[in-house]
C-alpha cells in the first residue's frame, strides 16, 4: 500500500524537478561574445534578473537602439539586472551580422554589454524570437528562469525625446520592486529573424 502511495509521489517531483531544469536550461547559452569570451547566464552569480535583446548590425530599426541600450545596461547591471545582446541573424543573407563586424559594431559603439554571437541561431530559437529588436526581462522564481516580459524596448524607436512607455524599463522596475509586470507582453516592431532550415 506504501509502495502505491510512494510513486505517484515520486513521479510528481521527478516532473517537478525535470520541468524546472528544462525551463533553466531552455533560457540558458554559452555564446562567444565580441571580446573573444564564452558568455553564458553563470557568469553573473548575484543576478536577479536578465534583459536578453535580441538585436543586429543590418537591421535599421535595431540601429536606432544602441545608445539606449548602453543606459538600460548602466543603469541595471549596479541592481543585478544585466543586459545582454545577441544577433541570432541569418548571415549568409545578411554578411553585414558577421562576427567580424559585430566586433567593429561593438567598439565603434561602446557598448558596455556583451553582444554575443549566436552562429547556429539556437537561442533566437529558444527564447521564440522574431524580430530584431526584440527584448525579453528573464526573472529567477523558485531557481528557475521564467520569462516575465517580451517584447519592444520602448513605444518609439524613431525618437528617443519622445518615448512615452519605456517599456523594458517599466518592467524590470517593477520586477526590482516585488510587483508583477503590468505589460508583460508588447508588439516588438523591428525586421523579421529569417531562420535557416534545420538539417
Known sequence: MRKRLLYPILFTLLFIVTFFFTA?????FALKNTDGKTVSLNN????????????????PFAKLYPKRLNQLSKKYSLLNVPLIAISSTDTIMYEEDCYSKMVAKAKSGKYNFPYLYDSVQSVARNYKAERTPQAFVIWKENDTWVVKYNGAIDDNGA?????????????????????????????????????????
Open 24 to 28: 533553466s536550461a531552455q533560457f540558458d
Open 44 to 59: 553573473y552569480p548575484d543576478a536577479k534578473g536578465y534583459i536578453i535583446v535580441f538585436t543586429c548590425n543590418h537591421c
Open 159 to 199: 525618437d528617443p525625446d519622445l518615448v512615452i512607455e519605456h517599456y523594458v524599463a517599466n518592467a524590470v522596475d517593477e520586477l526590482l520592486e516585488g510587483n508583477q509586470v503590468k505589460q508583460p507582453f508588447t508588439r516588438s516592431v523591428g525586421c523579421k529573424i529569417n531562420f535557416r532550415k534545420q538539417d
